[in-house]
Antibody, heavy 124, light 110 residues
Framework: QVHLQLSGPGLVKPSQTLSLTCAIS??????????WNWIRQSPSRGLEWLGR?????????DYAASVKSRITINPDTSKNQFSLQLNSVTPEDTAVYYC??????????????WGKGTTVTVSS | EIVLTQSPGTLSLSPGERATLSCRAS???????LAWYQQKPGQAPRLLIY???SRASGIPDRFSGSGSGTDFILTISRLEPEDFAVYYC???????????FGPGTKVDIK
């Protein structure tokens, strides 16, 4: 059974960098059939997909247009985890952040395993 | 960018009743790209339906999905007490790749 565990600070100051990590058990970040996603949820923006990383002979990343200039998602194969960095945060980035696994197989487009979610507040 | 609209915003029903939730896309969506999730307070979303009509693992058969093109439906045939929650539809864009979610329908107890 796949389990995702998020970690990271719950409070970030405006203009600084939000950093979260998602540790994977029961699967591999280097899996050839999975993609590793970051999603956030806030009352004002609803559920918002931020981006993903996946491995197909080399590493690929896809990012949402809304955060593309500020986001980096990196895999860490030594620790079987992946991370989110969001730069230059503002109070608009306050949200519950989730990590999730989805298939990267033609014909299957969803997120079937979700981490528990962590609240990140951007405030001075 | 494809925008998803869900209706109604809130559905007030009693246990045992049938729930019909709508998801409308601003342009045609491949059925393969359409999924539904359930979310309860304080929890992450849970995948219910993928490819518009396929139930995810462990999902009871009272949940069913249908539709094509721009109009998709999630039906709960007989509401159980644990089904009162918020339901989201999701679509996938292949170019550029990414997911978008609808605003949700809350199913609450009448």
């Amino acid at each position: 059974q796949v389990h995702l565990q998020l970690s990271g600070p719950g409070l970030v100051k405006p203009s600084q960098t939000l950093s979260l990590t998602c540790a994977i058990s029961g699967d591999s970040v280097s899996s050839n059939t999975a993609a590793w996603n970051w999603i956030r949820q806030s009352p004002s923006r609803g559920l918002e997909w931020l981006g993903r990383t996946y491995y197909r002979s080399k590493w690929y990343n896809d990012y949402a247009a809304s955060v593309k200039s500020r986001i980096t998602i990196n895999p860490d194969t030594s620790k079987n985890q992946f991370s989110l960095q969001l730069n230059s945060v503002t109070p608009e980035d306050t949200a519950v952040y989730y990590c999730g696994r989805g298939p990267v197989v033609v014909g299957y487009y969803y997120i079937d395993v979700w981490g528990k979610g962590t609240t990140v507040t951007v405030s001075s | 960018e494809i925008v998803l609209t869900q209706s109604p915003g809130t559905l007030s029903l009693s246990p045992g009743e049938r729930a019909t939730l709508s998801c409308r896309a601003s342009q045609s969506v491949s059925s393969s790209y359409l999924a539904w999730y359930q979310q309860k307070p304080g929890q992450a979303p849970r995948l219910l339906i993928y490819s518009a009509s396929s139930r995810a693992s462990g999902i009871p058969d009272r949940f069913s999905g249908s539709g094509s093109g721009t109009d998709f439906i999630l039906t709960i045939s007989r509401l159980e007490p644990e089904d009162f929650a918020v339901y989201y539809c999701q679509q996938y864009d292949s170019s550029p790749p990414g997911f978008t979610f609808g605003p949700g329908t809350k199913v609450d107890i009448k």
